[in-house]
């Protein structure tokens, strides 16, 4: 048995020299934490925004619920994914399975094979997840790489004049389609921005945790700033997109088997590249609520 100093020393976290990102380890999610490590986790997840914990291929859907409790209340999946397959029935109902895997013709799980474009996840709500685990069962040999960006970044390096004209402008998010371009069930498809159906957002979000100021933008399609023309809009949305997703805001996950990512979806932007459908990639995901 550690003590909780030696525990502490164990862990060891690398930050990956890019905008956001660090490496946990050191540690092993099968494990309770002890208060001194969920700290020095909970510590880093504020510093870099994005934590990877390799090796954790052995661990349990209950571990990685149990791992992820510490950092808040547990969001149960979307009843969408729970559609897909009739094998969720035997998953814990706050594990959602990110796959192409196809089981009697049908996905096992959500975003099929192809990109799913820049987002942060169901800003369409009023009040957004934290954050979310993702573990990796299953890798394709390429592609399937998972991008992070750094909306702290994003803000402090905009141009004075923009910050100022962004102030107090709030945003649309839209709720009809998820990143996968799939048409969510009971959504209309729309392409009218001026007629999305979603959460209303300031496009400037002070950080819950640290109160720092961060871009919130959602995701692209169909956004809309309020009180804009739908043509200043689309530009003012195109000039804020091009600035924050430019590379050196960003970080790539290139995942392998085993590697479990954790995103602070309040402050980070995510997007995930195609790759071969002839290939399997099987992720299982917990998503942390912000209450
Ligand atoms: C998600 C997501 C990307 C990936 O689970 O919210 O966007 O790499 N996943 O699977
Ligand atoms: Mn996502």
């Avoid at 510093?47 to 291929?57: D, K």
């Avoid at 799980?109 to 996840?121: I, N, T, Y």
């Avoid at 720092?212 to 009180?227: D, E, H, Q, V």
Wanted: with cysteine.
């Amino acid at each position: 048995m550690l003590t909780t100093a030696e525990a502490i020393r164990t862990i060891q976290v690398i930050p990956s020299g890019k905008a956001l990102g660090a490496d946990i380890r050191g540690i092993d999610l099968a494990q309770p934490l002890s208060e001194a490590q969920i700290t020095t986790i909970r510590e880093a997840w504020q510093q870099h925004l994005v934590l990877r914990f390799p090796n954790q291929n052995h661990i349990t859907m209950a571990h990685q619920s149990a791992f992820s409790s510490y950092f808040g209340a547990l969001d149960k999946r979307p009843t969408a994914s729970y559609a897909m397959s009739k094998e969720h029935d035997e998953l814990p109902s706050e594990i959602t399975v990110i796959s192409n895997v196809q089981i009697g013709g049908k996905p096992m799980g959500a975003l099929g094979d192809g990109e799913a474009v820049w987002h942060a996840d169901m800003t369409y709500n009023e009040i957004p997840p934290k954050g979310a685990c993702l573990l990796a069962k299953e890798v394709p040999p390429t592609g399937g790489n998972t991008h992070f960006a750094n909306m702290f970044a994003a803000y402090e390096t905009l141009p004075t004049d923009l910050k100022k004209r962004i102030q107090g402008l709030s945003c649309v998010h839209d709720a009809s389609r998820n990143s996968a371009g799939e048409l969510r069930l009971g959504f209309v498809d729309n392409t009218d921005p001026r007629q999305t159906v979603g959460a209303v957002h300031p496009l400037v979000v002070a950080h819950a945790q640290t109160g720092l100021p961060c871009l919130m933008l959602g995701r692209r399609r169909n956004a809309y700033i309020k009180g804009l023309s739908l043509e200043e809009s689309e530009a003012l949305l195109d000039q804020l997109w091009a600035h924050a997703t430019q590379e050196r805001f960003t970080w790539t996950q290139v995942w392998t088997v085993g590697d479990m990512v954790m995103w602070d979806n309040s402050c980070t932007l995510h997007k995930r590249d195609s790759f071969d459908p002839s290939t399997r990639r099987l992720m299982l995901r917990t998503q942390i609520a912000s209450r």
